[in-house]
């Protein structure tokens, strides 16, 4: 496990982002060890916090939850409340989100 960190490290640090503060920025709000494979588990649609729990086995619920604020402060994912009792949270990429698709799929196509 630690190695494939390094190695996702090592990808999100080798990418060209242009040099300009846009990109900059948008690799600040990917590249915590989480966000990026959130993000790719939302691009296949809108997910529960079980569900994205159960596609990323690592990672603590702590982690998830604390991850899933990060992305919606920094206007990446969408969180929808249903009032109904259990709670139901679901969580969906906002068009920003969308707009990292290449970014991310650039960040794993080597590894």
């Given at each position: 496990?630690?190695?494939g960190?390094?190695?996702?490290?090592?990808?999100?640090n080798?990418?060209?982002f242009?040099?300009?503060?846009?990109?900059?920025?948008?690799?600040n709000?990917?590249g915590?060890r989480w966000?990026?494979?959130?993000?790719?588990?939302?691009?296949?649609g809108?997910?529960?916090?079980?569900?994205?729990?159960?596609?990323?086995?690592a990672?603590?619920?702590k982690?998830?939850?604390?991850?899933?604020?990060?992305l919606?402060?920094d206007?990446?994912?969408?969180?929808k409340?249903?009032?109904?009792?259990?709670?139901?949270?679901?969580?969906?990429?906002?068009?920003?989100?969308?707009?990292l698709?290449?970014?991310?799929?650039?960040?794993?196509s080597?590894l």
């Amino acid at each position: 496990m630690f190695r494939g960190y390094l190695l996702r490290s090592k990808a999100l640090n080798d990418l060209s982002f242009g040099g300009d503060l846009a990109s900059f920025g948008q690799r600040n709000k990917i590249g915590h060890r989480w966000k990026p494979l959130v993000i790719i588990e939302l691009f296949s649609g809108t997910k529960r916090c079980g569900e994205l729990k159960r596609a990323i086995l690592a990672i603590t619920e702590k982690m998830l939850i604390q991850t899933l604020k990060e992305l919606e402060s920094d206007g990446i994912i969408n969180r929808k409340a249903l009032p109904v009792v259990p709670p139901h949270v679901e969580y969906s990429l906002t068009n920003c989100g969308r707009d990292l698709e290449p970014v991310i799929s650039e960040m794993f196509s080597g590894l």
